[in-house]
């Protein structure tokens, strides 16, 4: 699949660690909230690429990643 999720690879992203992970959900979200209005569509476009996978232990992974990156987005950061 390559790099398709904010430049990073799937298996980078599988391997954050807890803080590593927590820096990328908060940066991401940040990103999204300066996008300027393009949210949505940049979420969606990365949901569609998350369920395309056909190995499911990744497509769990980058669902759940995704999930706090929305949850962060929708709270101001305040998770």
Excluded at 6 to 32: H, Q, T
Excluded at 60 to 78: A, F, I, K, N, Q
């Amino acid at each position: 699949m390559g790099a398709f999720m904010f430049g990073f690879s799937p298996g980078e992203l599988m391997n954050l660690c807890p803080d590593e992970r927590l820096l990328f959900v908060r940066m991401i979200s940040a990103m999204l909230r300066r996008s300027g209005g393009d949210a949505g569509a940049v979420m969606f476009e990365a949901y569609r690429h998350i369920v395309s996978d056909t190995n499911q232990a990744r497509r769990s992974c980058m669902l759940d990643l995704l999930e706090s990156v929305r949850h962060d987005y929708v709270h101001g950061g305040y998770t």
